[in-house]
């Protein structure tokens, strides 16, 4: 095992296990923490069989030590799902999950998170909290959801996927390695996610994102199906950062809505370590561009 192989992680926090997938390098610039969507796993974030496309290996190979947690109700802690409803008790988890999987290893200037999809709710509740948190970088969400994901996703429970949903989320199919397809990356999913999934728009996104006083990051995928992304409904998402010093919108081509785990997913995290890179050295002042497609 190499020093950038990304290693499984259970650790105890108030007693509930965490689970996650860890990477240390020696002198880290800074700690990448990266939160997956609903129903997939840390894996997510260190594709299968695809070391090129791993955010964690990636991560590590730039002098960055790297963590892709579990959310609180998957992995470890699944069966304490129900003891989660609380956000704030989400957000201990995961800073605690972080901070044991740590340990006393150094962190450089600070903590760079990363979330997709439902995943974009705790990270921007976790970047609000702790002024260890030097940016952030947000994928597949957004304050509408297209046509046909309003109706498919009406329809979704924890227990039951409606037709529809999985075109959503895979397609077109030629953007993702056949393996990935098959459903390796699916993971049970959270009760308290039906509260986070309905309030997340109308409310808790503009809320939380409105207190957030560090430079963002929001990636669009060209083929996103499940939001809206025209250019007027990106711009609403980019002006809910108010305090933030500086927001970029990075549009990526050639993606859906699972960017990390598609064949353009290296050039999506080359993208959002090198905003990471950015925020090391950001100064005062906002500012707001786009990244775009080359």
Not at 43 to 64: I, K, M, N, V
Not at 65 to 87: K, Q, V
Not at 112 to 135: D, N, Y
Not at 264 to 278: I, K, Q, T
Request: net charge negative.
């Amino acid at each position: 095992m190499s020093a950038a192989d990304p290693v499984r992680r259970v650790v105890l926090v108030d007693g509930v296990p965490m689970s996650g997938l860890a990477v240390t390098v020696v002198d880290p610039r800074a700690v990448v923490v990266a939160v997956h969507g609903g129903a997939t796993s840390s894996a997510y974030f260190d594709c299968p069989g695809r070391p090129a496309l791993s955010l964690l290996r990636t991560a590590a190979a730039q002098g960055f030590s790297a963590i892709a947690l579990d959310r609180p109700g998957y992995g470890a802690s699944g069966l304490y799902a129900d003891g989660f409803a609380d956000p704030a008790l989400r957000v201990d988890a995961a800073f605690g999950a972080v901070d044991a999987m740590l340990g006393n290893a150094p962190r450089g200037a600070g903590l760079f998170l990363v979330g997709h999809s439902a995943g974009c709710e705790l990270v921007l509740r976790m970047a609000i909290t702790r002024a260890e948190v030097i940016g952030v970088e947000l994928a597949g969400t957004g304050l509408r959801y297209s046509g046909a994901a309003a109706d498919v996703i009406s329809e979704a429970s924890v227990t039951s996927r409606p037709a529809g949903l999985r075109d959503l989320l895979w397609q077109p199919t030629d953007l993702y390695p056949p393996e990935v397809l098959t459903g390796a990356l699916s993971a049970p999913g959270a009760a308290y996610e039906g509260e986070v999934t309905a309030n997340w728009p109308r409310r808790d996104f503009p809320d939380t994102a409105a207190r957030l006083r560090i430079p963002v990051q929001f990636s669009v995928a060209e083929h996103e199906k499940v939001w809206e992304t025209d250019a007027e409904s990106v711009a609403a998402i980019a002006a809910l950062f108010t305090g933030s010093p500086r927001v970029r919108v990075n549009e990526m081509p050639a993606s859906g809505h699972n960017l990390s785990v598609g064949h353009s997913a290296g050039e999506y995290h080359r993208r959002v370590l090198s905003f990471a890179e950015d925020c090391l050295a950001a100064g005062p002042g906002r500012e707001t561009d786009r990244e775009e497609a080359s």
